[in-house]
């Protein structure tokens, strides 16, 4: 019984971090309709970011949160602005795949350029601590991810049911002629939507670094990592994000000790067919069906 | 006496500069010519996956390189003088683009080759030189699947996977206390998996129960049932038959989940500077395998000993100095040799002389097998452990340059 619940504790705080990487791809894709496949390099240009902050400064790298938050939410709007819509403007959506995969391999290798191929770890004093309850142990660092995922994912769900920002995301994602018809200047929307989403994306990678070593090949595990989640959760809402990420972490645990530790993903690849199979819009559907 | 005009002054220094600087170039070209090139090539990985060790492994071959041309000034070979020309390219880990710059290479003419790093890159690029007849010496793949496919032109430094793990049984065996049980962990690639076989032959002839093998996929983020599973059922050894930066992971995830075992042996990280920066003090006693330290005392007919070749590496690279850079060195001390010693620079020829190599270098004694693969007696590694940050050899008695510490470990927030 207490490898049953250790496992499922294991599985909800891993499910914590697959579910923040994968929000940012989740609101790109439910309000733009792109898929973003640099979504996984811009996760690691956070872990670098507070890599070097930490290094240089010994700033702690969950304090770095915002300030990572802030840089990418910058360099998202520019790159849907100058790059994406470029891309979609002068051919199709399908190019927006295209340009993001291009754009990922660039990245990739400016990250070996700046920081060389080594794999790096974030490693604060507290990275190696955990606790008790019970017979049952706790990684400290990855159930604090778990909980700076809860957080940052309520924030996200606040701003984008509560707040005038929120409304507008959410009506340009399900009526983009409407929203356009209404005064919404569509294309400052997604910028800021892509802006949002590679802050998540970032925040995500400061916790991914202090959790686990990281290195610029990395990038692919977390784009796929994201659609994954998303498959299985929904597009479009953090609560979304937040399900398809805990029941793959849950899944991923279970098949690791109960059928083999070399199976998680293949089991994650056959839950992702089946989903697609039974229910292609996820768990929870698309938060921005709406009006369709 | 005719008025010399300004004009004609500095048309006739103009004259008198260029009429001298013209010998100066033809004597350099005429020099440049007396030099004739070995090409030799290959693919490497600078970036993806591998690149960690993949830079060290370049570097290694760049210094050797570096140090024959422009310190010895070329080697001679047959009576003539060449110089080495060293023609690597990034194949970013991944064994298809390895296997087209190696095509490319061969087609281009280059008749030497170098290994990449990786048993999953060396092993196409292995067969594809062994079809074009052309040598390959490597320390980068030590898969059985390249020796026994029964090639003849691939020679590699390090005995073959199955066989690098006997003198890691040998140290379980001295241990005191005995160990009983061992658990295995390996990731699902084409060297760790051979490995772990010869892991598992060589406990079970020592005498050792394996309780468990966890096979990890190739890309791991998470351990957290091995972990419990270790935990639950309490093995005396662990041991890591795993890349460097899943070695990390696992090691890290030991500590954060507070899993101890008395001996955490990992083929694989420790000898990294980085693995041991990342863990701090939480990486002393832990266990690796090491085939070379400079500071043993190993001769070699160019660079004079380790020390002077770790020493001519520090002019030349910041990066801290790994056994791979040191293997790596020794390929190309081993081709030069091997085309001294066969008076050509005939590829057939220079395979026969490195089948029959049995030399001493900067990284120690190497002799292959008839497959290729280096010999397991003389080539096979020694066990390290870290202490105080750094890696003090620790096994067999007569490589020993400290005692052992921390056995049985102590929980992880012991240690200092």
Known sequence: MNLVLQTLSDGLVLGGIYALSAVGFSLIFGVMHVVN?????????????????????????????????????????????????????????????????GVALMLRNALVWIFS???????????????????????????????????????????????????????????????????????????????????????????????????????????????????????????????????????????????????????????????????????????????? | MARIGRRSFIKSVGIGVAASSLPAPMVRRARAQALKKIPIGGSI???????????????????????????????????????????????????????????RLIDDGCDFFLGSFGSNI?????????????????????SDQIFNQGYKYSFGMFPRASLQFLSTALFYKSLNPLPKTVSVVVTNDAFSKTAAQGVVHDCKAQGFEILDQYQLPEQVTDVSSVMASIRAKKPDVLTCVTHDQDSLLIARQMIASGTTVPMLFQGLGPQLASYREALGKYANGITVHIYWDERAPLKDKFFGDAQKFAAYYRQNFTRPIA????????????????????????????????????IETLYGRVKFTPDGDGDPELMGGVVGQVQNGDIALVFPDNTKTAPLIYYPAPPWSQKT
């Open chain 2, 45 to 103: 990985p600078l970036s993806g996956r591998a690149a960690e060790t993949g830079l060290n492994v370049n570097n290694g071959y760049v210094t050797a390189v570096k140090y024959l041309n422009e310190v010895l000034g070329g080697v001679e070979i047959a009576g003539e003088r060449y110089q080495l020309d060293l023609r690597m390219f990034d194949d970013a880990s991944d064994p298809a683009r390895a296997t087209t710059l190696i095509q």
């Open chain 1, 117 to 292: 191929p080594d794999f790096k770890s974030i490693t604060p004093s507290y990275a190696f601590t955990f606790f008790q309850i019970g017979e049952l142990t706790f990684d400290l660092v990855r159930v604090a991810a778990l909980g700076a995922s809860l957080v940052l994912l309520g924030i996200l769900a606040f701003v984008l049911q509560r707040s005038r920002l929120g409304r507008i995301i959410r009506a340009t994602a399900q009526q983009d002629l409407a929203a356009r018809l209404c005064g919404v200047d569509a294309r400052h929307v997604y910028g800021l939507t892509f802006g949002v989403s590679a802050a998540f994306a970032g925040a995500a990678g400061t916790i991914i670094g202090i959790v686990l070593p990281f290195a610029p090949p990395d990038e692919g595990l977390w784009t796929l990592n994201a659609f994954v989640v998303v498959t299985l959760g929904g597009v479009g809402s953090p609560a979304g994000a937040l399900l398809g990420g805990l029941v793959l972490g849950v899944i991923s645990t279970l098949t690791s000790q109960y059928i083999g530790p070399a199976f998680p993903n293949a089991t994650m690849f056959l839950i992702l067919v089946l989903m697609l199979l039974v229910r292609p819009s996820g768990l929870l559907g698309n938060a921005f069906s709406g009006s369709r």
């Open chain 1, 37 to 101: 496949l640099s979504h996984g390099v811009i996760v690691l240009i956070g872990a670098y970011i507070s890599y070097a902050l930490w290094q240089a400064l010994g700033v702690d790298p969950l304090l770095t949160i915002p300030l990572v938050m802030l840089a990418l939410f910058g360099f998202g709007y520019a790159y849907q602005r100058v790059i994406i819509e470029l891309a979609v403007d002068r051919s199709s959506l399908l190019a927006s795949m295209l340009v993001t995969f």
């Open chain 2, 323 to 358: 056994y791979h850079t040191a293997g790596a060195a020794a390929c190309i001390i081993t081709y030069v040799t091997a085309m001294q010693s066969a008076k050509s620079i005939k590829p057939a020829a220079v395979r026969d002389a490195l089948a029959a190599t049995d």
């Open chain 2, 122 to 142: 060396v092993l196409p690029t292995v067969a594809i030189c062994e079809r074009a007849g052309k040598p390959m010496v490597q320390t980068g793949g030590g």
